[in-house]
């Protein structure tokens, strides 16, 4: 059956033709993407005679049968987060991709140096810790300049700004337990990076941008900071 359960979670109408967005708790909603009509996946639970299985499906299947989308296939949720955990992991010696979507911080100050890439996780967290001190003088700039021309409206946007992105370092930080690093970052040596041993949602918004299903068995996942990788998916 092409229909079959129960949809979990709310999804926005729209044409075949149109991506849909999505707001959900789960991180792959809206970055888990159909490898044959371009079309995000959607979370289903199915409710059979014994057992609960859970799964990700083309949309457009799911809405349209096999109108739009002939091929696209049904992946189980354990064996995907697993793949995406084993990728993850491969990235995890390459520091200087989890760093890369960080580099986008727009501080106005022109004087700001760039931070070289990363190349051990006490030097991510270092860079980490650089960029948000850079915040934090962006903010105190900002303040100095509001309080002088009494004027608090005109950079409104940028204060959320620059809390936004301090917020993210911290989830960053705390996601990767990067604290661990601080008595290395202080004596400035190498340390290899842990693994993950457990699906994460946290870690999976911050780190991955698209996850395109090729088939039954393959994923291309391109991270945030520019890697792409094909990964199997170990049934």
Not at 63 to 79: A, M, V, W
Not at 193 to 198: A, G, V
């Amino acid at each position: 059956m092409e229909r079959r359960g129960e949809a979990v979670g709310a999804i926005e109408s729209s044409s075949p033709e149109r991506p849909k967005t999505y707001s959900s708790k789960h991180a792959l909603r809206g970055i888990l993407i159909c490898g044959e009509c371009g079309t995000p996946y959607r979370r289903c639970v199915w409710h059979m005679s014994n057992k609960i299985r859970t799964v990700w499906r083309c949309c457009n299947r799911l809405d349209h049968g096999k109108k739009y989308c002939k091929h696209s296939p049904t992946l189980d949720e354990e064996p995907l987060q697993q793949a995406l955990i084993t990728a993850i992991n491969h990235q995890l010696y390459r520091p200087e991709y989890l760093l890369a979507p960080f580099n986008r911080a727009s501080l106005e100050s022109s004087s700001v140096e760039s931070i070289p890439p990363a190349k051990s996780w006490p030097e991510l967290y270092a860079n980490l810790l650089e960029l948000q001190r850079r915040i934090d003088h962006s903010f105190v700039e900002l303040l100095m300049q509001c309080a002088e021309r009494k004027d608090w409206k005109t950079h409104e946007s940028q204060f959320r700004e620059l809390v936004k992105q301090r917020a993210e370092y911290d989830e960053y930080i705390d996601a990767f337990d990067m604290q661990q690093y601080e008595e290395e970052r202080r004596k400035n040596t190498y340390h290899l990076p842990f693994q993950l041993t457990e699906y994460n949602e946290t870690i999976i918004r911050q780190v991955l941008d698209t996850v395109r299903v090729l088939d039954s068995r393959r994923l291309l996942i391109i991270f945030k900071g520019g890697a792409e990788v094909e990964q199997e998916i170990e049934l």
